[in-house]
C-alpha cells in the first residue's frame, strides 16, 4: 500500500504559488521523499527529492517538516505546463511506491 | 542524452497470448524498473534489475518476468495474458541500483490492450 496520503486534486491560478501538500506519518529514518509528476499521455517525470532539509531546484522546492511526517512540494510560478498528477512518493527497500497524487489544474 | 525509450508504444493482444516489451535506458545507467499503470490501481512497482539481475520484485503473479542484457537493456515478458493485463507498462532508468535516493527517468510507456 501506498504510504502517503495526498489531496485527490488542487486548482490554482496562472503566475501563483502553488503548495501541494503530502502526509507521510509512517515514514522510517532512511525513506527519502520523492516528487513526481506526469503530464497527460506521458511517464512520470522527476521533480525533486530530499530526505531531512529543505532542497530547492529549478522546477521545485520540498519543504519537510521537521519530524518528516509531512512535506510540501512548492511550485513557484505555476504555468498552464504545470498541469499534471503529482506524486509524493516513499523510497523504500529499492522501489517507489506510488499513490493516487493529487491532479493540479492550473487556470489561465 | 537520448532518453529512455520503449519498444512497440502500442500492442494489441488476445487472451492467452504472450508479449515481450522493450526497454533501453538512457546511456550508461544500469538500473531499469518496470511498472504497470492502471486506472484503477494506478502505477504498481514490477521488478527492477542491475547489472542484469533482478534485485527487487513487486506483488505480481509468476506470469510477469524480465530480465535485463548486459548492454542494460531490457525486456519484460507477460504469458497467458488476461484481460486485467491491460496497461500502460512503464520503464525508467537510474544509475544507481534501487530508486530509494537517486533518480528515476521514466520511458513513454507501451500501451497494452488485451480483447
Known amino acids: 500500500d501506498a504510504k502517503t496520503t495526498q489531496p485527490n486534486s488542487m486548482e490554482s491560478n496562472e503566475e501563483e504559488p502553488v503548495h501541494l501538500p503530502c502526509n507521510h506519518s509512517?515514514?522510517?529514518?532512511?525513506?527519502?521523499i520523492h516528487w513526481y509528476r506526469q503530464l497527460p499521455s506521458q511517464g512520470p517525470e522527476y521533480v525533486i527529492h530530499?530526505?531531512?532539509s529543505n532542497v530547492n531546484n529549478r522546477m521545485a522546492s520540498l519543504a519537510i517538516a521537521e519530524d518528516r511526517k509531512s512535506s510540501t512540494l512548492i511550485l513557484h510560478r505555476a504555468t498552464l505546463r504545470d498541469a499534471a498528477v503529482y506524486y509524493c512518493?516513499?523510497?523504500?527497500?529499492?522501489?517507489?511506491?506510488f499513490g493516487k497524487g493529487t491532479k493540479l489544474s492550473v487556470k489561465p | 542524452k537520448a532518453g529512455v525509450t520503449q519498444t512497440p508504444r502500442y500492442l494489441i493482444k488476445t487472451r492467452g497470448q504472450q508479449v515481450t516489451l522493450s526497454c533501453s535506458p538512457i546511456?550508461?545507467?544500469?538500473?531499469v524498473s518496470w511498472y504497470q499503470q492502471t486506472p484503477g490501481q494506478g502505477l504498481q512497482f514490477l521488478f527492477e534489475?542491475?547489472?542484469?539481475?533482478?534485485?527487487n520484485k513487486g506483488n505480481f503473479p509468476g506470469r510477469f518476468s524480465g530480465r535485463q542484457f548486459s548492454n542494460s537493456r531490457s525486456e519484460m515478458n507477460v504469458s497467458t495474458l488476461e484481460l486485467g493485463d491491460s496497461a500502460l507498462y512503464l520503464c525508467?532508468?537510474?544509475?544507481?541500483?534501487?530508486?530509494?535516493?537517486?533518480?528515476?527517468?521514466f520511458g513513454p510507456g507501451t500501451r497494452l490492450l488485451v480483447l
Open positions: 525508467a532508468s537510474s544509475f544507481q541500483p534501487g530508486s530509494v535516493s537517486g533518480t528515476q527517468y
Open positions: 509512517t515514514i522510517s529514518g532512511t525513506d527519502y
Open positions: 530530499g530526505l531531512t
Open positions: 512518493i516513499l523510497g523504500s527497500q529499492g522501489n517507489l511506491i
Open positions: 546511456s550508461g545507467h544500469r538500473s
Open positions: 534489475y542491475f547489472s542484469e539481475t533482478q534485485r
